[in-house]
Nanobody, 128 residues
């Protein structure tokens, strides 16, 4: 049984930083593309960041580029999202997602439908 368990969310002030973690089990983590998505109240889920098997290739939403960093530790089966300079508009539930194997179309890495497994999410609240 595949499990993705996010942690690290919380309440912070605008401009603060947070690091989210997602611990994976039940899948071959080292050959899974990993992604982070978020969903704000009343809005659709949106792509945040993704990372290739080895971590050598990363992809970010334009809105978070240069502020957020996705990384992974294949020895610990964990993917991270370091978030800096948070703003209140980024208040959302943040979800970890996994896609075992390859994503043949690189552009598809931003599509939620590509990912097979999802975590329950962790709440991030940014106050102004």
């Amino acid at each position: 049984q595949v499990q993705l368990v996010e942690s690290g969310g919380g309440l912070v002030q605008a401009g603060d930083s947070l690091r989210l973690s997602c611990a994976a089990s039940g899948l071959t983590f080292s050959t899974s593309v990993m992604g982070w998505f978020r969903q704000a109240p009343g809005k659709e889920r949106e792509f945040v960041a993704a990372i290739s098997w080895s971590g050598g290739i990363t992809n970010y939403a334009d809105s978070v580029k240069d502020r957020f960093t996705i990384s992974r530790d294949n020895a610990r089966n964990t993917v991270y999202l370091q978030m800096n300079s948070l703003n209140p508009e980024e208040t959302a539930i943040y979800y970890c997602a996994a896609k075992p194997g390859l994503i043949s179309n690189p552009a598809a890495i931003r599509r939620g439908s590509v990912y097979t497994y999802w975590g329950q999410g962790t709440q991030v609240t940014v106050s102004s």
